[in-house]
């Protein structure tokens, strides 16, 4: 089993309008947590990094929040624009270790 | 600049044959990864290396190879053990092994597909 799920898999969504993408991890101990963007045919890129005592952090119009108690943790992207069209991915790290979801398939429609 | 390069961007490779992925990086760093994405999954690590010289094998490590004669280099062969190789290949350094804080940076990725 997967040790970090995200949904939705994929969301299709218009142009100007906010989303959110959720992560569900059950690694432990946990280090922190990272949202990756991948755009198609090319390597991940960081957008946010949260410790166990952060609860949330932005990056521009990324909105990243993090519940260490129920693990869970979300991408709030506001007034999207065609260049956000990527997949994002949540990686857990614990130890020496990263643990990669399979990340959700954002598509961005004018 | 700085930043981890992989090459080739795309690679053919025919039935029964091996071949090379190139890593590079000027980042000074020294943990270094390879990982593998298939559609619909998250990535799977191949090997890892922390240190220059030593390396070790992830969850999937069968059918392939590396070394780290160099910081800086961290090339892996996928032989002709590998049945599946058709994928695509991420480099990834980072500057510790410590977990915390310490960001992961990746390459470009090599897509490579089987002929």
């Known amino acids: 089993k997967n040790q970090v799920e995200q949904s939705p898999q994929s969301l299709i969504i218009l142009e100007g309008k906010n989303c959110t993408l959720q992560c569900n991890y059950t690694v432990s101990p946990f280090s922190n947590l990272r949202w990756y963007k991948q755009d198609t045919g090319r390597g991940p890129v960081s957008l946010t990094i949260m410790t166990f005592s952060e609860n949330t952090k932005s990056n521009g119009r990324y909105t990243a929040t993090l519940d260490a108690d129920t693990k869970q943790s979300s991408l709030h992207i506001t007034a999207s624009q065609l260049s956000d069209s990527a997949s994002y991915i949540c990686v857990v790290v614990y130890n020496n270790d990263m643990r990669f979801g399979a990340g959700t398939r954002l598509t961005v429609k004018p | 600049d700085g930043g981890i390069t992989q090459s080739p961007k795309y690679l053919f490779r025919k039935e029964g044959q091996n071949v090379t992925l190139s890593c590079e990086q000027n980042l000074n760093h020294d943990a270094m990864y390879w990982y593998r994405q298939d559609p619909g999954q998250g990535l799977r690590l191949i090997y890892y290396s922390q240190i220059v010289n030593d390396f070790q094998k992830g969850d999937i490590a069968e059918g392939y190879s590396v070394s780290r004669e160099k910081k800086e280099s961290f090339p892996l062969t996928v032989t002709s053990a590998q049945k599946n190789p058709t994928a695509f290949y991420l480099c990834?350094?980072?500057?510790?092994?410590?977990?915390?804080?310490?960001?992961?940076?990746f390459g470009q990725g090599t897509r490579l597909t089987v002929v």
């Open positions: 990834a350094s980072k500057r510790g092994t410590g977990g915390a804080g310490t960001e992961a940076f």
